[in-house]
């Protein structure tokens, strides 16, 4: 079905063809149209338009009144102030743009225009390392970037850019070697056995090659062995990952998270690539040599003593940084996934590293007017005393950890709700909240913004929380049930009360927002979309009996109003990775 129209752009056109019938001099102008305290909408363009024509703008907005049609949509519109035009619109029209939007899978949703090949980076832990509180917002933004775009008809493609390759590997693999029977295990271990595996693996491979000169001289010859592709060197290091991706995958199934094999393509994915980046480098004169390092140099770019510094792209010993990696993605992504955007959803601190990989991708052409690169750079996770997440011992907190936490506390709440939910349900019921509540606190911040970590108060039943839109949800799946014969019916020939239209009004701009998100890489805008329609919801089921309205009509009207907001948040809380659970 094709997208609905929302009360907004069709305003917005009729009040364009008006201003452009009273002034045709003028072109085609924006009205700026926008929600108002005032009424329902309100039209500011005539200022601008008035003042660029040195004309009244009053005169301008009552010209534009005369030529707008009123009755089906408009219900009324009148010249405020200086020229304002305050705009209600009829309360048939909402009902009926509603009932549109109700007859479509899509809820109305429109399919962007320019849709493309987006390449999004996300979700990138290393091997042989255990998932801390710094690994969430990654995971958490991405999955929800991936949903958001995929929705509006982008193709989207993952990559998981896991650290797993390095001078570290030489340490782990030469210490599996003296001790082959580390990383042993029955079959099908869990993501936790495997973690705890590597834990005490690479604590002890760290002790020794501390500890132990020859050993650590034993572990750098192992690093040149795999950089050279010795197969037994290899098979080894190749443990190490498959081991890792139990316990990755395991911490991403309990954030209730798809990762596929094929989208996980780590650092070593590109060591093919990096001699050939290195001369394309080089030979277009993008990079130069400097102290027998490849660098890359940019005139604002500049240390503390006001020298330029540069990005090393290949180390004076022949090493390569994480330039080269990154560079050499670049060009994989570009060239061979045909990308029109690479997302990078990585942390804030990496910014300046970006920015050059960047910049040296433009110079030498890999990006240009039709391929692009976006860094959805995020903040920090902090804790209650608004200091990086730590525990008591000053250590980074682990992942999992969090995870079950949440997981708990959000059980106290549904058991402490629940009426007739078997032990399994609220088992069920308690991770999908938890981890919802986790979610929510993650994306109803904008992703650049630092955020306290409060278990307390995420999983609170009052506030701007995932678990008050599950129970604004539950509730309503409540009253459908209870309606017995009665259905959701849209009614435009009924009159709407002030809670109604409020309702009414806002889910008519789910389309636009998710659009918006899309657009903007930006979730917390469809997060604080699904706040604010459950605080209208509540406000309407407060105000507005549903079952025992006055007449079947009413009756019928009003579940339509609940149906919708049902289908609504559950679409919206779907893009954002949460799940709505029927009974609370």
């Known amino acids: 079905m094709a997208s609905v129209p929302s009360l907004a752009s069709t305003l917005h056109q009729r009040i364009t063809d008006a201003l452009s019938a009273a002034l045709p001099e003028a072109g085609v102008v924006d009205p700026l149209l926008r929600r108002s305290d005032r009424a329902d909408f ?11 024509l040195k004309g009244n703008p009053r005169e301008l907005a009552t010209k534009v009144v005369e030529g707008l049609p009123t009755g089906d949509v408009i219900q009324d519109v009148e010249v405020s102030g200086p020229g304002f035009l305050n705009i209600t619109v009829a309360d048939a029209a909402i009902t009926r743009t509603l009932a549109a939007r109700a007859a479509d899978d899509r809820l109305g949703v429109p399919f962007a225009k320019a849709a493309g090949t987006t390449v ?18 990654s995971a958490v933004i991405g999955d929800a970037t991936v949903k958001i775009l995929e929705f509006t008809g982008e193709k989207v493609i993952s990559r998981h850019h896991i650290g797993d390759w390095g001078t570290q590997f030489g340490m782990l693999i030469q210490y599996l070697i003296e001790h082959p029977h580390e990383l042993d295990h029955k079959d099908g271990a869990s993501g936790e056995e495997a973690m705890s595996n590597l834990n005490r693996l690479y604590k002890a491979a760290r002790a020794l090659f501390d500890a132990d000169a020859e050993f650590k001289e ?3 010859r192992r690093v040149v062995d795999l950089q050279a592709g010795d197969e037994e060197t290899l098979a080894l290091w190749q443990r190490f990952v498959d081991e890792s991706k139990i316990y990755f995958y395991s911490v991403f199934d309990k954030l209730d998270m798809e990762i596929h094999d094929e989208n996980v393509v780590g650092e070593s994915g590109y060591n093919d690539m990096l001699a050939e980046t290195c001369r394309l ?3 277009s004169g993008v990079a130069v040599r400097s102290e027998g390092a490849l660098c890359v140099f940019f005139e604002d770019v500049k ?5 330029p510094v540069p990005l090393i792209v290949q180390k004076s010993d022949g090493g390569y940084g994480y330039a080269a990696t990154d560079l050499s993605a670049i060009r994989d992504r570009v060239q061979n996934l045909k990308a029109n955007t690479l997302l990078y959803v990585v942390d804030a601190r990496q910014a300046l590293h970006f920015k050059m990989v960047f910049e040296t991708a433009r110079r030498i052409g890999w990006l240009n007017e039709d391929v692009h690169a976006v860094q959805l750079a995020f903040g920090t996770v902090l804790g209650k005393d608004g200091k990086p997440f730590k525990t008591r011992e000053g250590e980074t907190v682990r992942l999992v950890d969090l995870l079950d936490e949440a997981i708990d506390r959000a059980g106290a709440v549904v058991r402490e709700k629940a009426r007739d939910l078997t032990e399994e349900e609220i088992a069920e019921r308690a991770a ?12 109803s911040t904008s992703a650049a913004r630092d955020y306290k970590f409060d278990l307390d108060q995420m999983v609170s039943l009052n506030g701007d929380t995932s678990v008050y839109l599950q129970y604004a949800f539950a509730r309503i799946q409540s009253i459908l049930r209870k309606a017995g014969e009665a259905g959701p019916v849209a009614h435009p020939e009924l009159p709407l009360t002030p ?31 699904l706040y604010q329609l459950a605080s209208l919801y509540t406000t309407f089921y407060d105000q507005c009996p549903v079952l025992k309205a006055e007449s079947p009509e009413l009756v019928e009207n009003r579940l339509f109003l609940c149906d919708l907001t049902a289908r609504t948040l559950h679409q919206g809380m779907a893009l954002l990775g949460i799940r709505t659970p029927e009974r609370l």
């Open 281 to 283: 480098l080089e030979e």
């Open 120 to 137: 999004i980076d996300w979700a990138q832990p290393n091997v042989a390392k255990e998932m801390h509180v710094g690994h969430l917002r």
């Open 303 to 307: 240390g503390p003593d006001g020298n």
């Open 499 to 529: 809670a109604e239209r409020a309702l009414g009004l806002h889910l008519d701009q789910f389309g636009a927002t998710v659009a918006e998100a899309a657009e903007e890489y930006a979730p917390h805008k469809l997060a604080g979309y």
């Open 42 to 52: 309100q039209a500011n363009g005539m200022l601008a338009l008035a003042k660029k």
């Open 432 to 443: 999908q909240v938890g981890i919802g509540a986790v979610k929510y606190a993650d994306l």
């Open 218 to 220: 034993r572990a750098r």
